[in-house]
């Protein structure tokens, strides 16, 4: 104010008003009077006169400390709200799917398909006899941003399939015709199956765990149980997320193989 123009009976009148909620050190000082003020105002603010009375002062830390509890209760419910929601929707997911120990692998048998040698070859069943985790691709070549994801996924894939042979991708296409889906896969290097795009049909179950958008990688293990998913309590957090879910569900597995192998 001091620097703006304003007459010292102005910011008097205004400091009367708004009051002055600070403690006037010695550095303060001197930033007042280098912006102007006089040794009479100063004197003025030291003496309290434009001071926030105490019980005024009392009302507004009462006032803060109660928006603070009442933030941290807000915070405590939502995250009680949030696990609600989560084992709901839980729930709802693992009633749509058949569970079983082959729930996945029973519901793609006859319906998968490959990319070899520049087309799609069909799937034996017992390529997924020993599969005990999935991750179900939901995806399409038309989407700019599945086409920005798939490399890393299949990046990913190349490096862990090996060691982790109880793994496998099952791509789902939104493709808008079998040529799309193929020529993706084949641009993509897809290595892993694919439900054959005419047999689309044949699969709903493994269709409902999609998500509203793509790309979605959602994991289940063999039971049909979610494990990790591109959509969190509605929420989309993006397949690269479930990608750093899948590294920690592979080490817990090998951390429990090793327990039980002692």
């Known amino acids: 104010m001091f620097r703006s123009g304003y007459t010292i009976s102005t910011i008097e009148a205004e400091l009367t008003t708004r009051h002055f909620a600070d403690e006037l050190d010695e550095a303060k000082r001197k930033q007042l009077v280098k912006a102007g003020a006089t040794s009479e105002l100063l004197e003025e603010i030291e003496s309290g006169k434009f001071a926030v009375p105490k019980e005024d002062l009392e009302k507004t830390r009462r006032k803060m400390e109660e928006n603070d509890r009442e933030r941290t209760l807000a915070a405590e419910q939502a995250k009680k709200n949030d696990a609600i929601y989560e084992k709901q929707l839980l729930r709802q997911r693992t009633r749509i799917f058949k569970h079983g120990p082959d729930a996945i692998a029973d519901v793609a048998k006859g319906n998968l398909v490959r990319f070899q040698n520049g087309n799609l070859v069909s799937v034996s069943d017992d390529d997924l006899a020993e599969k005990k985790i999935y991750g179900l691709y939901f995806s399409a070549h038309w989407c700019g ?9 299949v990046d990913y894939y190349n490096q862990v399939v090996k060691d982790h042979p109880e793994f496998e991708v099952i791509f789902v296409s939104s493709d808008k015709s079998a040529d799309a889906m193929a020529t993706y896969m084949g641009e993509a ?9 005419g047999k689309l049909a044949n699969v709903p179950s493994l ?4 998500g509203d958008g793509i790309p979605d990688l959602v994991v289940v293990d063999a039971t049909g149980k979610v ?21 920690n569900i592979f080490a817990q597995t090998a951390s429990t193989q090793v327990a039980a192998n002692r």
């Open 145 to 153: 941003p599945c086409r920005k994801f798939t490399p890393k996924l």
């Open 189 to 197: 290097g897809m290595l892993w199956p694919a439900i054959e795009f």
């Open 207 to 210: 269709k409902k765990y999609a």
């Open 227 to 247: 494990l990790a998913d591109s959509y969190v309590r509605g929420k989309y957090v993006g397949p690269e997320r479930v990608l750093d879910d899948l590294n």
